[in-house]
Structure formats: structure tokens, C-alpha cells
């Protein structure tokens, strides 16, 4: 049996509110497509209080954001405008480019909380420039899987013959498992690149202790036995390995530094278009925040 890996995450703040970034990591760049994680919250908002992120650009990759409390507004240069509630996938691939914005609606200022996840998936060399797309998700399209004790919902690709219906282009898992005390379950290495994040509860992978905020490598071959020891939340995510490097810079991904140049430079000329009720723009930072 192999040792796991684990990774912990650093505290950050996102659009005034308390995140755990688990990758870009030292240890590991990637999991499968994986390349960025966010775990938002758990965020308790004053009256008044919400997630603001204004308009800012992407490039080469596809933002997944799932949440598990709280409401969140999303706005883009394609002109969507969808509000994300719990358990749904909202997946914007940007291809080429596109600007988003991200946050609390203002008749939701209410107090309460924000919980949830926000990845980055690279997308394969050939469609780095594509067009930018977007689709979303609710709750109930996305299967749910019942097995002795564990509720799965699986979020995107396969797993135990159920297949998601949120379209990515390459093999990628990605499901919340909710375990009930004392219930264990296999996790079969039908995906290559895997890891394990514990939202909330006790549990352990082989003999390996989860902790919160922790990104957990499980072996590429043979199967993982996770137990939990009481209610326990468990982020499953990974996939096929990348297709080459990849560098992030800001908010930009590419196999070629010459896109993130070029990115830069439509950025700073306001040439990725306009998001309807936006008027603020994030500044291009001075320094780089992670590089491959």
C-alpha cells in the first residue's frame, strides 16, 4: 500500500472572504486537469456582507464552481447572467478569453454563509483557443448515487456505471461523498490522477487521517478505502494526467507563455469585452502570483 501524499492548503482572501488554496502546490501542480483549488469558506456574512470579485479575464482552462451553502451571481462577456445555488455546476470555458464576475447578489445580503469550491480544469493543447462557452448546471440534473451508508453526487465523469452529464473536454472526475458514521467505501482507480479533500468530519483514506483544508494524492494503481468515524464530507476530484506543463499567471493558464503575453496585453487595451451591469475591472498585477 502505497503513503499518501497530503498537501495543505494556504489561507488566502478572495473577494474579501477566507479561502484555502490546495493547488497550485509545491508538491503538485496538477491532478488530472486540475490545476487550480479553492476552497471558499466556510464564510459566516454579516448583514451587508457578500463575495465581491469584479470582472476579470481567463484564459486557457474552464472555471468549475460548486457550492454547498450560500448563492452566488455569476456575469460574463458572453452576456450570461445565472444565479449558482447549492449542488449546482457552473462550468465557463474560456477558450481564447473571456471576463467574468463573481458575487453576492444584493438582495441576498442578508447575513448567512458562503461554502463552496472553485477549480480551474487546463484544457487540452489544441483547444486552448478555442471559443469561450458557457453552461450551467442545476442540482438535479447531476446523479446521485446511493451505496451503504455514502451518498455521491457526481459532478462531472463516471463513477460506479453512472456517468455526469456536464460536458468537459478531458477525462476528469469530480464528486462530493457524504458518508455516514461508521460507513467506508472503495474508491476504484478508474482515473489515474486522484485526490481527496475533506470538506467537513473524521475520516481516513487506507491510514491516512483526512484534515480540513488538506488536498490528499492517492496512488495511481489500486483502489483507496475511505472510512469515516462520524457525518463526514469528502470532495473527490482528478482525472487523465495534463497534456504537457502548463503556466499560470493570474488569472491566465497556457502551454505557451506567448498566450499569456498576449492575454496580458487585451487586458491592459480592455479588448475582452464588456459584462452587462459590470462597470469595475480587476487591475493586471504587477508580479506573478504562481508560474509551472
Known amino acids: 500500500m502505497s503513503e499518501l501524499i497530503h498537501i ?32 471558499i469558506g466556510p464564510a459566516e456574512l454579516a448583514p451587508g456582507q457578500g463575495l465581491d470579485v469584479p470582472p476579470h479575464p481567463h484564459i486557457g482552462l474552464a472555471t468549475v464552481t460548486y457550492l454547498f451553502e450560500g448563492i452566488q451571481l455569476h456575469r460574463d462577456t458572453l452576456g450570461n447572467e445565472v444565479l449558482i445555488e447549492p449542488g449546482d455546476i457552473n462550468l465557463m470555458t474560456a477558450g481564447r478569453g473571456i471576463a467574468h464576475a463573481e458575487r453576492t447578489p444584493a438582495n441576498a445580503r442578508n447575513g448567512g454563509k458562503l461554502h ?12 486552448e483557443q478555442c ?12 446523479p446521485r448515487i446511493n451505496r451503504d451508508g455514502v451518498q455521491i453526487h457526481l459532478l462531472i465523469g463516471q463513477l460506479f456505471g453512472h456517468i455526469s452529464p456536464v460536458a468537459v473536454e478531458s477525462p476528469t472526475i469530480y464528486a462530493v461523498l457524504d458518508l455516514a458514521p461508521g460507513a467506508s467505501i472503495s474508491i476504484p482507480a478508474d482515473y489515474a490522477e486522484r485526490a481527496l479533500m475533506l470538506i ?50 493570474w488569472n491566465f493558464v497556457a502551454s505557451d507563455r506567448e498566450l499569456i503575453e498576449a492575454a496580458k496585453v487585451a487586458w491592459q487595451e480592455d479588448r475582452f469585452g464588456h459584462i452587462p451591469n459590470e462597470t469595475e475591472r480587476l487591475p493586471l498585477p504587477i508580479k506573478r502570483l504562481s508560474a509551472d
Open 116 to 127: 463552496g469550491v472553485q477549480t480551474w480544469i487546463a484544457l487540452p493543447r489544441p483547444l
Open 131 to 142: 471559443s469561450p462557452h458557457f453552461e450551467h448546471y442545476p442540482e438535479q440534473q447531476l
Open 8 to 39: 495543505a492548503g494556504r489561507a488566502e482572501t478572495v473577494g474579501g472572504l477566507p479561502i484555502s488554496r490546495l493547488l497550485p502546490a509545491v508538491q503538485r501542480r496538477a491532478v488530472g486537469p486540475f490545476v487550480f483549488v479553492d476552497h
Open 200 to 249: 467537513h468530519g473524521e475520516a481516513h483514506a487506507d491510514n491516512s487521517v483526512l484534515a480540513v483544508n488538506e488536498l490528499v494524492l492517492l496512488p495511481q494503481t489500486g483502489d483507496t478505502q475511505i472510512t469515516a468515524t462520524q457525518a463526514t464530507r469528502v470532495l473527490l476530484l482528478g482525472g487523465a494526467p495534463l497534456d504537457g506543463p502548463r503556466t499560470l499567471w
